[in-house]
């Protein structure tokens, strides 16, 4: 029963970000005029709109503003992931080009450089339309003049490995870039542009989703030049880099567009899908199956097997005490973990966080967690996460298995397959990070007594 | 001003706690009547009441009781830990033995003996006033004949390096002990026994605070048996062990008594203090204070710095978006996290939550966080924790320091001190484990377009 609704629970926070259904919410034509991010534009005083859509979900975006603006349509161009525009229904004016992801590859830095060309066309009485997804700062490579994709790589692998914060990284990479950081919006100047974005990024930082291409970036030469400082990275980056962010920081060479810049005026970035609006639909129809239900946090962030602690820990004071609410309830959370990886097993942060819960609330009734990657994929599995409860790990331990075990070789998804609490779903289509979701049934006398032996189980 | 609201809000926590006036709130004598536990007792009736008590805060348990029950006390006996008992006030047939913790000595040896000698002499018509809180375990050492108090050492630290859970540690302490695991209990009948139990342990399971002297014993000799074997300690363990182990394998030795046990009809076990209360205290203050409250949940656990950065998560989804509460708002949860050591720092596991929580929530305005002890010793220092706000991380660069650094390193204290964000409370004499208190003060125009900035924040 619990997973049941843990079922529909899911169903509709997929609905709720499927990005092509997010496209057409918030593009519509009425009385000739196209309205979109709290704008609208003449049809009629349009002379072309140009229609660019870069991310894993690229191909269904562009599929749905097509169904609309086709026969406004000047060109388009998709960039997305290898196979991933298969059976997306596109305009004829538009273009596709699949590139590699997470690495990039040599049809990407094409890709990025038929955007350029393409915008060098438009004008002050055209639309740019931006359609933006998770994926779209690997799959739009473009370094700067005189250093090349494989340098590029270099150095944010070189940042990666010395612990560089995101926003640290971006600001090396941004610099480094000729679509980032709002370069992207620059080159659509003088045309208004609109963006459209799905996040995949924690907390919906626009000028991180995608690298921020139609986002000011108030970072500089002087930052990345400090970051790489900060990390002694200055004489380990190729020459070639280091070089460029010098020349930029003597001023020969252009800053990206910063905040209040005039070009942004005409700028509109719109966030049409995130993660938040997953876990808010799961929300309402954890609410409409009867469970009195709290969004805890959009933030979720931390390594997936103590978030798993916290998330048994939250479980237990609902099922116990009624803290936060009195069951039955759920709890909904979002965000996104991280594994450090420490065996050569196999699973993603969703089963991992999935199969430390279920050893936390070993023994405990009527409790069942759902962990999601909303994108399908959970790690480099065919695995969306899984939902587990208080009998995974007895349901384990029958089939010989070792939850402890499997879990110090981050070997989740064998378990969690033979126990049957894996979730298969294939690819999704969309990508808005992952959901938490805890589930706790009404209190039954059983459910009361197994918590009351519980303090005298001994776990294996 | 959120800091002063933490201030009250800490304050309350500990009074609702405080072990003295916890007994005094569940000890009453109302015409010639004892009411404790939900029984009563005529003292006219009662031949003699013998007050045993033992942890960390006995002393004034055994004083507020003493306050009360002086005139009908037969005897008495206080074991506790070195320089705890300074300063109450006993009545003169109680006897005070200071002793080791958390290593157990000779002294707290001699102290448990004397108990069951104490013990010997009490008789039906009696009362056995056992009061117990966290440390009791360590303080009351008594190893089975045969088995020394070093060997018993011997056997928990293998347990303990193998990984063992702290049931499984259990199963096999009572087995080699001649008070846990309701064997404290069997020496007092047949005279009634009533426990008030203060709890140090993480959701209050009354068979492990202090072992469960008076609370029965589900485990087994095989049981125990199986854990040793379980993680290949048959032959690592002293041979005193494993003979008294296997002797009670071949029904040899006494069992610890089990749940159903005829002498546990006159057994009465009351939790008087808890974690839960405590929160439930700054629940209320908060409240009072005008801050819509959530208690989360009193089961937390995990590692320090993962736990607070889902503290760091829900501070920002309750900033940013109002969830789960709209601010100004306030979450309290309570539990107790751990510190895998890694550097060579001073610290302790609230002060490592708050440093790493500082580190999340660097820029971000009109949010502290407290992370409290609330024993008032927080690893080996003499602080109870710290509380950080959005600041805290920005005032340690000014002064030169690094956080990341510091928590590297394990070395929150000087840092927390540094700043001012350490919490020194000296001892507060109770102990119910760790509060966390998330406080997010009104929405103001600077806390929104900070929060906005944050995005852009490069942090070194």
């Not at 002379?47 to 609309?68: F, N, T, V």
């Not at 590139?99 to 740019?128: F, I, Q, T």
Request: aromatic content about 4%; hydrophobic content about 45%; some cysteine.
């Amino acid at each position: 029963m619990l997973r049941d609704a843990l079922k529909e629970i899911r169903e509709a926070a997929l609905r709720a970000v499927d990005p092509a259904a997010a496209v057409r919410r918030h593009l519509q034509i009425i009385e000739g005029e196209l309205h979109v991010a709290g704008e609208s534009w003449s049809l009629a005083a349009l002379e072309r709109i140009w229609l660019l859509s870069a991310g894993k979900a690229a191909a269904p975006m562009a599929a749905a503003a097509g169904e609309l603006l086709e026969p406004y349509l000047k060109a388009g161009l998709v960039v997305t992931k290898y196979a991933h525009a298969t059976g997306a229904t596109l305009p004829a004016r538009v273009q596709v080009i699949e590139a590699g992801h997470p690495v990039p590859d040599e049809a990407g830095h094409r890709g990025a450089a038929a955007m350029l060309e393409l915008l060098a066309e438009s004008a002050s009485r055209d639309l740019v339309l931006v359609l933006l997804s998770g994926g779209g700062s690997a799959l739009l490579p473009l370094p700067v003049p005189g250093v090349t994709l494989p340098e590029l790589q270099a150095t944010t692998e070189l940042l990666l490995r010395s612990g560089a914060t995101i926003a640290e990284l971006n600001a090396v990479r941004k610099h480094l870039s000729r679509l980032k950081g709002g370069q992207l919006a620059r080159a659509a100047a003088p045309a208004p542009l609109v963006a459209l974005i799905l996040s995949d990024v924690v907390g919906d930082p626009l000028d991180v989703i995608a690298s921020g291409p139609t986002v000011p970036d108030p970072t500089t030469y002087a930052d990345a030049w400090a970051v790489l400082g900060r990390y002694d990275l200055r004489s380990e980056v190729p020459a070639t880099v280091s070089a460029h962010l010098r020349a930029g920081l003597a001023g020969e060479r252009p800053e990206t567009p910063k905040p209040g810049a005039a070009l942004f005026e005409q700028v509109y970035n719109q966030l049409i899908g995130s993660n938040r609006q997953a876990a808010l639909a799961a929300v309402e129809t954890a609410r409409r199956l009867g469970y009195p239900t709290l969004l805890l946090t959009t933030f979720m962030e931390g390594e997936a097997r103590e978030v798993a602690r916290v998330a048994a820990a939250l479980a237990k004071g609902l099922r116990r005490h009624g803290d936060p609410l009195k069951p039955p309830a759920c709890l909904v959370w979002g965000g996104e973990t991280t594994v450090t990886v420490r065996g050569a097993g196999k699973g993603g942060r969703n089963q991992e966080l999935a199969l430390a819960a279920a050893q936390a609330l070993a023994g405990w009734e009527e409790i069942a967690i759902m962990a999601l990657a909303t994108d399908g994929t959970d790690g480099p599995t065919d695995a969306a996460g899984a939902v587990i409860d208080g009998s995974t790990v007895r349901r384990a331990r029958e089939l010989g298995l070792k939850p402890q075990a499997a879990l110090d070789q981050n070997d989740a998804y064998p378990l969690l397959a033979a126990t049957g609490d894996l979730l298969r779903l294939g690819p999704t289509g969309t990508n808005v990070n992952d959901l938490l979701v805890i589930l706790v049934g009404p209190e039954t006398p059983t459910a009361k007594s197994a918590e009351r032996n519980q303090n005298f189980t001994i776990e294996a």
